[in-house]
């Protein structure tokens, strides 16, 4: 049985670990891959169709906890304990509830102190008792619902039978109803950057560089969380070396070298090309959802791979989300009420991690070709239980395209011409 600190409007947790409110969802599932002993029955909750319409969810079924994600930033919003018989629960050290103690009205007030009466739901008869951060459950029959006017201690139960607690959950404010995702913990950060946006640099329908917002954990002891956040821009282009892009990143979480090209053979010049005896490499920065393919014999940047995270995925919970922003560009159509003189005129579009590609797809009006279709499997593993993803060219990008019409990833190219008058070397 679980032995947890009650930490209201931050954690539950021990010695070892602990969930965090607004720690990221990759994190959350590290610390379950690492306490695989301790912790199992680990069921993850998710909408396939509408995946930003419901929260995303970690159940922990044996230990009665229920940990929910903010479905568009991916971070612990509440802590929820659903079942309190299955674990021990202390706060400043003493406990509240264990196998011998149980957690009654009396129990919690001893142990919390006094709060504001709680709220009295008729449909599922129950009490909340609300502090800061934190709130507790408690099953009432209706008909002591009238005598509840000097508060939950007023009650008078049958034979001293005093309820219990059912729920208990942790969130970050006054209200679990309003409650919203804290911002990324200090705790968090792990001496990593962290995106808080990234801008795809475009001109004339072609990708010229990316804009990188970051975050990272400032210099100095603040006493406030906040003070030592640190936020600062970097931008990158195609053909900068691994020097360039490392002094701007920092190094890459890890790196991985192509063994092959599956996508050779759509090139026009499939046939000649011969198998290397190099390979291209990514630098992979999964704090930021991204990659970079370097090239194996320039060393410099080839493309950049932008990841949405989104469950379903067979890449799901490799990255954090890569919060993108890309301006499409396209030439009105003449049936859009253009004149002669406005025929040039072009409208914009911006793409982003939450962008449909139905949006996307009715923007460029144009009839697209057909997609290719991508099925990743593993090597030691053959079956993809999430199915196929489409590949759609646009431009200088390719976009991959979830069965629900989600954006997977958005790989950035230089076309080849444009390569060679950048640097010959690129050739």
Same mark, same amino acid.
Request: charged share 20%; aromatic share 12%.
């Given at each position: 049985?679980?032995?947890?600190? @009650?930490?209201?409007?931050?954690?539950?947790?021990?010695?070892?670990?602990?969930?965090?409110?607004?720690?990221?969802?990759?994190?959350?599932?590290?610390?379950?891959?690492?306490?695989? =002993?301790?912790?199992?029955?680990?069921?993850?909750?998710?909408?396939?169709?509408?995946?930003?319409?419901?929260?995303?969810?970690? %159940?922990?079924?044996?230990?009665?906890?229920?940990?929910?994600?903010?479905?568009?930033?991916?971070?612990?919003?509440?802590?929820?304990?659903?079942?309190?018989?299955?674990?021990?629960?202390?706060?400043?050290?003493?406990?509240?509830?264990? /196998?011998?103690?149980?957690?009654?009205?009396?129990?919690?007030?001893?142990?919390?102190?006094?709060?504001?009466?709680?709220?009295?739901?008729?449909?599922?008869?129950?009490?909340?008792?609300?502090?800061?951060?934190?709130?507790?459950?408690? /099953?009432?029959?209706?008909?002591?619902?009238?005598?509840?006017?000097?508060?939950?201690?007023?009650?008078?139960?049958?034979?001293?039978?005093?309820?219990?607690?059912?729920?208990?959950?942790?969130?970050?404010?006054?209200?679990?109803?309003?409650?919203?995702?804290?911002?990324?913990?200090?705790?968090?950060?792990?001496?990593?950057?962290?995106?808080?946006?990234?801008?795809?640099? $475009?001109?004339?329908?072609? !990708?010229?560089?990316?804009?990188?917002?970051?975050? !990272?954990?400032?210099?100095?002891?603040?006493?406030?969380?906040?003070?030592?956040?640190? !936020?600062?821009?970097?931008?990158?282009?195609?053909?900068?070396?691994?020097?360039?892009?490392?002094?701007?990143?920092?190094?890459?979480?890890?790196?991985?070298?192509?063994?092959?090209?599956?996508? =050779?053979?759509?090139?026009?010049?499939?046939?000649?090309?011969? $198998?290397?005896? +190099?390979?291209?490499?990514?630098? %992979?920065?999964?704090?930021?959802?991204?990659?970079?393919?370097?090239?194996?014999?320039?060393?410099?940047?080839?493309?950049?791979?932008?990841?949405?995270?989104? /469950?379903?995925?067979?890449?799901?919970?490799?990255?954090?989300?890569?919060?993108?922003?890309?301006?499409?560009?396209?030439?009105?159509? /003449?049936?859009?009420?253009?004149?002669?003189?406005?025929?040039?005129?072009?409208?914009?579009?911006?793409?982003?991690?939450?962008?449909?590609?139905?949006?996307?797809?009715?923007?460029? @009006?144009?009839?697209?070709?057909?997609?290719? @279709?991508?099925?990743?499997? +593993?090597? !030691?593993?053959?079956?993809?239980?999430?199915?196929?993803?489409?590949?759609?060219?646009?431009?200088?990008?390719?976009?991959?395209?979830?069965?629900?019409?989600?954006?997977?990833?958005?790989?950035?190219?230089?076309?080849?011409?444009?390569?060679?008058?950048?640097?010959?070397?690129?050739?």
């Amino acid at each position: 049985m679980l032995d947890l600190d @009650v930490v209201p409007e931050r954690s539950l947790g021990n010695e070892q670990w602990e969930f965090i409110l607004g720690q990221p969802f990759f994190q959350t599932v590290n610390i379950l891959k690492h306490q695989d =002993r301790v912790i199992k029955g680990v069921q993850v909750w998710y909408s396939e169709q509408n995946p930003l319409q419901m929260d995303l969810v970690i %159940n922990l079924s044996q230990d009665g906890i229920r940990l929910i994600f903010d479905s568009t930033w991916q971070r612990l919003k509440v802590i929820e304990v659903y079942n309190v018989t299955k674990v021990k629960l202390k706060y400043c050290g003493v406990h509240f509830n264990t /196998p011998h103690v149980q957690p009654t009205i009396a129990q919690i007030d001893q142990s919390f102190g006094a709060t504001h009466p709680g709220v009295y739901d008729s449909e599922r008869q129950v009490f909340v008792l609300n502090f800061r951060g934190l709130s507790f459950t408690f /099953p009432i029959e209706s008909k002591l619902e009238p005598r509840y006017a000097h508060g939950l201690g007023s009650l008078q139960f049958p034979n001293g039978a005093s309820p219990t607690v059912t729920k208990m959950c942790i969130y970050s404010g006054n209200s679990l109803t309003d409650t919203r995702c804290p911002l990324l913990p200090i705790q968090c950060f792990y001496g990593s950057c962290h995106l808080e946006c990234l801008e795809v640099l $475009r001109e004339n329908s072609v !990708t010229q560089g990316i804009q990188f917002h970051l975050l !990272t954990e400032g210099a100095g002891q603040g006493k406030l969380s906040e003070l030592r956040r640190k !936020t600062f821009e970097r931008r990158l282009r195609f053909g900068d070396s691994c020097e360039d892009v490392t002094s701007a990143l920092g190094c890459p979480s890890k790196i991985f070298y192509k063994a092959e090209d599956k996508m =050779r053979i759509h090139s026009s010049e499939a046939h000649k090309m011969v $198998r290397s005896r +190099s390979s291209d490499y990514y630098f %992979n920065y999964f704090t930021l959802g991204m990659d970079i393919l370097f090239d194996a014999y320039t060393h410099r940047v080839k493309k950049f791979v932008l990841h949405t995270n989104y /469950p379903g995925h067979y890449n799901f919970n490799l990255y954090c989300r890569c919060e993108f922003k890309i301006p499409l560009t396209v030439e009105k159509a /003449p049936g859009d009420g253009a004149t002669l003189i406005q025929l040039s005129e072009y409208e914009e579009m911006a793409v982003t991690a939450y962008t449909k590609w139905k949006e996307v797809e009715k923007f460029l @009006v144009k009839p697209l070709v057909k997609p290719v @279709v991508l099925n990743r499997a +593993s090597t !030691t593993n053959t079956k993809n239980p999430f199915g196929s993803t489409f590949c759609y060219s646009v431009q200088d990008m390719i976009f991959e395209v979830m069965q629900n019409s989600h954006i997977a990833s958005v790989t950035l190219y230089q076309p080849a011409a444009a390569a060679q008058t950048r640097d010959p070397l690129m050739s």
